[in-house]
Each structure stands twice: as structure tokens, then as C-alpha cells.
């Protein structure tokens, strides 16, 4: 099946700092990517919709200039979490549609200390 | 806004027992709904996608059923394994232009041997 890989699978960093997440989709091209957010014992929330070539689209509550989006190509979308802050700890993950079946990085567990 | 619960949150039984999982949503406007299983330190693997016109869908010894008057899904299992033994996630996705997931909180499941 199809592979969507994520990279770092886990990073700490100090409070302050940004953090870049990247999703690659190894096999397919994906003009449209997503990246979620689960908090612990919470359900995966969608954040924003990554689309090739042209802005990201945000969910309410989600501040775009915190976490700037970039899909730059039509294998590669980005995460940036700027100036990270301790309550940014959460479990990112992003996924790419590939023929209506969704298809999903391992995940990034990021620790702001 | 589309929320989805699944219950229960964890659930034992032992080997070769067949059980249920299930799931439910509020907005019936669905695209289609996902099941879909976590590993720990791993990315989701989807298992069965049920579109938003069928009933049911099978492979090998799972089985989904969606009721969307109802808003309802189950996930069946059947002659469960130790290998089984993962977190199932829900996700029911919206009936827009984008296409975007709204998880459960999951069902960890074990399977005793």
C-alpha cells in the first residue's frame, strides 16, 4: 500500500524554539495533505489541510502564524511549530489521500521542556 | 461540528472470543467512515472503509457495519488473537470538497491468550 513517512518520529526541544515536522508521501504524489493533533486521552484533531502550491487551510482555533504550513511539492508537506511552548507537547500526524483511502505518517511526538 | 465516541475506551477478552467495537457520530452528512488500528509508537493502518451508500464491509475476520440514520458503526472481530491487540480508531469523514477525518478517542483492545 501506499507510504506516508513522517520525520523526526519524536523531538524535545526547549520552550522558545521552533520545531519543523516533515511528511513525505513515498509512492504517490498528494496535492493535499493533512496534519492532526491528538492530545493525550483526546481524539486526533484535524489542523489544517496542506494543499500544493498554495496556502494552508486552518482550522478554527488554530493559529496559522504558530504553525506554519508549507507544501512546497507534491510529495513533501511541513509543519512548523514556532516559538514552541510546553502546552505545543502533543502528538502530531499527518496523512495524504490516495484513491479515498487515507493513508497515514507514524506520527510526531514533540516535548516542549 | 461532527463529533464521534467510541466505547468502550478499552476492552479485555480472551483468545478466540468474538466482540464488538463500536462507534458513533453525530452529523449523518458522512463522506464515508474509517476504521482504523494503532500500534503504539506506530502510525494509524486503515482497515475498512465504508462508503457513505453501503451497509457493510468485510475482510477476512473483521467486519463493519454503518448505519448512518442512526449514526452508528460497528467493528467486528471475529475469533480474536493476541495479534489483535491495538487501539481501534473511528473516523467518520465530512461530506465537503476537502477531505478531512473526525476521530473517536479509540478502544484499546487486548486479547489474553
Known amino acids: 500500500g501506499a507510504v506516508v513517512s513522517q520525520h523526526p518520529s519524536w523531538v524535545i526541544c526547549k520552550s522558545g524554539t521552533s520545531v519543523k515536522i516533515e511528511c513525505r508521501s513515498l509512492?504517490?504524489?498528494?496535492?493535499?495533505m493533512f496534519w492532526y493533533r491528538q492530545f493525550p486521552k483526546q481524539s486526533l484533531m484535524l489542523m489544517a489541510t496542506?494543499?500544493?502550491?498554495?496556502?494552508?487551510?486552518?482550522e478554527q482555533g488554530v493559529e496559522k502564524d504558530k504553525f506554519l504550513i508549507n507544501h512546497a511539492s507534491l510529495t513533501l508537506s511541513t509543519l512548523t511549530v514556532t516559538s514552541a511552548h510546553p502546552e505545543d507537547s502533543s502528538f502530531y500526524i499527518c496523512s495524504a489521500i490516495l484513491q479515498g483511502t487515507a493513508f497515514f505518517g507514524q506520527g510526531t511526538r514533540l516535548t516542549v521542556v | 461540528k461532527q463529533e464521534v465516541t467510541q466505547i468502550p475506551a478499552a476492552l479485555s477478552v480472551p483468545e478466540g472470543e468474538n466482540l464488538v467495537l463500536n462507534c458513533s457520530f453525530t452529523?449523518?452528512?458522512?463522506?464515508?467512515l474509517q476504521w482504523f488500528r494503532q500500534d503504539p509508537g506506530k502510525g494509524l493502518t486503515s482497515l475498512l472503509l465504508i462508503q457513505s451508500s453501503q451497509r457493510e464491509q468485510t475482510s477476512g475476520r473483521l467486519n463493519a457495519s454503518l448505519d448512518k440514520s442512526s449514526g452508528r458503526s460497528t467493528l467486528y472481530i471475529a475469533a480474536s488473537q493476541p495479534g489483535d491487540s491495538a487501539t481501534y480508531l473511528c473516523?467518520?469523514?465530512?461530506?465537503?470538497?476537502?477531505?478531512?477525518?473526525?476521530f473517536g478517542t479509540g478502544t484499546r483492545l487486548t486479547v489474553i491468550p
Open positions: 509512492d504517490f504524489q498528494a496535492t493535499t
Open positions: 452529523d449523518s452528512a458522512i463522506y464515508n
Open positions: 473516523a467518520a469523514e465530512r461530506q465537503t470538497g476537502a477531505n478531512n477525518l473526525f
Open positions: 496542506s494543499n500544493e502550491g498554495s496556502k494552508a487551510t486552518y
